[in-house]
């Protein structure tokens, strides 16, 4: 059975995206082997993805869930019909407005693999439906004040189990587990 995860790059302050969705201020830190090989291993056990999909229901270069190099199925959330669309050989499906349909789906592609959750507003509505099995975040020594957050506005009480915390040169990563 797949396991659901929340895995995120965040500011210190815990913003996934400057005001306006930029995220250039993830890059630049130093980094060490340890903190690449944690996170291939996080992506080569990624078997599905379910994130948000643009407005015009494209598949956009620059906007491609992990840039587009996972090669798994990736399941879109929308407001209107679509049909899937391929490119470079990933199918991107588009789900109508039920993140639990998404997230079943996905799951069902990911196997015995993970299906990574994108986005603050999809990981809010699977940790709210108690869809969520893990959360991953690589921290980034940066305030940035403002912007766009990964949990604000979940409304309600989460509890986690840490399962593992790193750090190598300038990131922290944290591994939780979804108490239900």
């Known amino acids: 059975m797949a396991t659901v995860l929340i895995h995120a790059t965040v500011s210190l302050d815990g913003f996934m995206a400057d005001p306006d969705g930029g995220v250039d ?8 082997d340890e903190d690449q090989r944690l996170v291939q291993d996080i992506m080569s ?9 643009d407005r015009e229901q494209t598949i956009v270069e620059g906007e491609l869930p992990y840039g587009g190099i996972l090669g798994v199925p990736v399941f879109l959330m929308t407001h209107t019909p679509h049909d899937p669309v ?20 996905a799951a069902l ?11 603050g507003s999809i990981a809010r509505q699977a940790l ?6 893990e959360i991953q975040l ?9 912007g766009i957050s990964l949990f604000g506005g979940l409304g309600r009480r989460v509890t986690l ?6 750090a ?13």
């Open 161 to 166: 189990e840490r399962i593992d915390t790193a």
């Open 138 to 146: 690589h921290v980034v020594p940066v305030l940035l004040g403002e």
């Open 109 to 119: 592609a990911a196997g015995e693999r993970t299906v990574s959750l994108l986005g």
């Open 86 to 105: 391929v490119r470079d050989g990933t199918e991107y499906s588009f789900v109508v407005d039920d993140i639990g349909a998404a997230v079943a789906a």
């Open 128 to 133: 709210t439906l108690g869809l969520v099995d």
């Open 168 to 180: 190598y040169a300038s990131e922290t990563h944290l591994r939780y587990r979804v108490l239900r």
């Open 45 to 53: 056990g990624i078997g599905a993805v379910v994130g948000g999909a």
């Open 25 to 32: 201020w993830m890059f630049g830190f130093p980094s060490a």
